[in-house]
């Protein structure tokens, strides 16, 4: 036999009885059954939790480039006459045009900006107010979707549009009218008194976010000027970009666009604390589960021990035939290899599965639960997304297939240099 082919027929032949030994045989196949469940569920485990982790950031991603600007520039603070100092920007619509003419931009709209309270009969709430113009609001992606809305986006002129969270919040819906309260307000001889106008509700949106929904209120642009005392002056541009992954390479030409007092905020910067700290987390759990797989791909090593050890004397005999040592070690190969790649196979079946299937699975856990499991004023987000990439499915692959088969070798190894007159001594 020293001249066949390796991974011949009649290797794969043992290698398979060797796998369906009975139990009274040296329950071997217990053995190699824990080893195919270990491998199958820790597979499972590492493909889910990089489809939800990749779907989180996927959705806390886009639920920000949806709803914020992905580049606001706003002005360095000069002294006033007066002695204050003043950071609006008073020639907002020639800065919007010349931000608009930089390549890449898709779109540069003034705004205004400021909190005040809210309040409807007995419920108030804490909200910052946006002041754009209605073609701009078009343009937010999160906000004019009219599957998620309520209300008619197009009467934005004549009222106001609130999130659903402060809807909620205050208990308001389209055709209510709300009172803003702000203490900064109309200036009299006495000092600032506050400044109280109510506005009907025309649009209810839900961006995605949380936060977002529960905070924010959009006011047409002149109106906003008027309520902050800010006629004539815009308090930022917020600039939308075609790649914002890309945001930070238009940086330089966004201040050149904006003047010598111009300065930039990107998306990035106001979220790139979280997104690294995602970013930790997913390399943090790659590792963990890593070790996991590792854990279960030391099951093979255990069943193949035991494997050897039970068919000792089937190896001496098989030696004594002239099965070269090479024969051997690929026969019990075989065996550890196959139930790595049968595990790996199952748990990538069930990741994925999971994957396409968490809401169904999130909900009959939820329900199992009593509901409460997920609080999107924690997490954020309204429910636990899940995105399945090629790249993490063969990333997993990969990391399992590659361990069983190191961790086949040893005991194969060990198999395949056994004498096999010490093996048939006793027998």
């Known amino acids: 036999m020293a001249g066949t082919a390796p991974f011949s027929k009649f290797e794969w032949m043992i290698a398979w009885r060797y796998l369906r030994a009975r139990r009274a045989e040296g329950g071997v196949s217990v053995m190699t059954w824990i080893s195919l469940v ?30 914020n600007a992905h580049v606001t520039v706003y002005q360095s603070a000069e002294v006033t006459a007066r002695g204050r100092l003043d950071r609006t920007i008073h020639d907002y619509e020639a800065m919007a045009e ?14 205004i900006k400021g909190q005040v309270m809210a309040n409807l009969r007995q419920s108030n709430a804490g909200v910052e107010v946006f002041g754009i113009t209605l073609d701009d609001l078009m343009t937010i992606p999160r906000v004019a979707r009219a599957e998620t809305s309520d209300g008619d986006i197009s009467r934005f002129a004549e009222g106001i549009a609130i999130g659903s969270g402060v809807a909620r919040e205050l208990g308001a819906s389209v055709g209510d009218r709300i009172k803003l309260i702000s203490p900064n307000g109309v200036k009299t001889a006495f000092g600032t008194s506050p400044r109280v106008k109510s506005y009907e509700v025309v649009y209810v949106f839900t961006a995605g976010r949380y936060d977002i929904d529960r905070t924010r209120v959009y006011l047409p642009f002149a109106e906003a000027q008027s309520f902050f005392n800010a006629e004539g002056v815009a308090h930022e541009i917020e600039v939308m970009v075609a790649e914002p992954e890309e945001v930070d390479l238009l940086a330089i030409d966004l201040i050149r666009a904006g003047g010598e007092r111009a300065l930039v905020w990107t998306w990035r910067d106001a979220s790139g604390g979280f997104l690294r700290a995602l970013e930790i987390e997913d390399n943090v759990m790659f590792v963990i589960l890593s070790i996991l797989v590792l854990i ?132």
């Open 38 to 67: 270990g491998i199958t569920l820790a597979v499972f485990a590492l493909i889910a939790t990089l489809a939800v982790r990749s779907g989180f950031r996927t959705e806390f991603v886009d639920t920000i480039l949806g709803s």
């Open 98 to 111: 010349r931000l608009r003419a930089v390549d890449g931009v898709t779109r540069a709209a003034p705004l």
């Open 296 to 427: 279960a791909a030391m099951n093979i090593v255990s069943g193949l021990i035991m494997l050897v050890k039970n068919k000792g004397r089937d190896i001496g005999i098989l030696r004594t035939m002239g099965l070269t040592e090479g024969s051997v070690l690929r026969v019990f190969f075989i065996c550890g290899a196959f139930t790595g790649v049968i595990g790996t196979a199952l748990g990538v079946a069930l990741g994925c599965l999971f994957a396409i299937y968490i809401d169904q699975v999130f909900s009959f856990v939820n329900y199992v639960a009593g509901g409460g499991v997920w609080d999107p004023a924690v997490r954020g987000i309204y429910q636990l997304p899940a995105e399945l990439r090629a790249e993490d499915v063969i990333k997993a692959v990969a990391l399992s297939l590659g361990l069983s088969f190191v961790v086949t070798i040893f005991p194969a190894r060990r198999a395949a240099r056994m004498n096999p007159v010490e093996a048939l001594r006793y027998e």
